[in-house]
């Protein structure tokens, strides 16, 4: 099992800046990538962006790409989201997930792909 513990959420203001953590801690397997999905309120859970063990990028919502970047420590067991440039409309909760494995057919791009989740940290974009 492996648990995900995100920090970093809050209230910011348009075009400010968020820098979201992930960390994972257990004894489960975390082989595969680790991502970002939010959902808003209303709507459905988007994936956002995620990382593979290697550090390759998977690609996810075009409305965040130059503006978000994801990292990852390895050592730490932990995936980073920096968040630039935000707009009222990334206002959602973001959840980290993890995959236990890495599989070539997968694009890791749905939620089902994805083995274990965080708790969920609130961002709000607003002024």
């Known amino acids: 099992q492996v648990d995900l513990v995100e920090s970093g959420g809050g209230l910011v203001q348009p075009g400010g800046s968020l820098r979201l953590s992930c960390a994972a801690s257990?004894?489960?397997?975390?082989?595969?990538?680790m991502g970002w999905f939010r959902q808003a309120p209303g709507k459905e859970r988007e994936f956002v962006v995620a990382i593979r063990k290697t550090g390759s990028i998977v690609n996810g919502a075009i409305s965040v790409r130059g503006r978000f970047t994801i990292s990852r420590d390895n050592a730490k067991n932990t995936v980073y989201l920096q968040m630039n440039s935000l707009k009222p409309e990334d206002t959602a909760i973001y959840y980290c997930?993890?995959?236990?494995?890495?599989?070539?057919?997968?694009?890791?791009?749905?939620?089902?792909?994805?083995?274990?989740w965080g708790q969920g940290t609130q961002v709000t974009v607003s002024s």
């Open positions: 257990g004894s489960g397997i975390l082989g595969g990538p």
């Open positions: 997930s993890a995959a236990r494995y890495y599989y070539t057919s997968r694009d890791y791009w749905s939620s089902a792909d994805y083995d274990y």
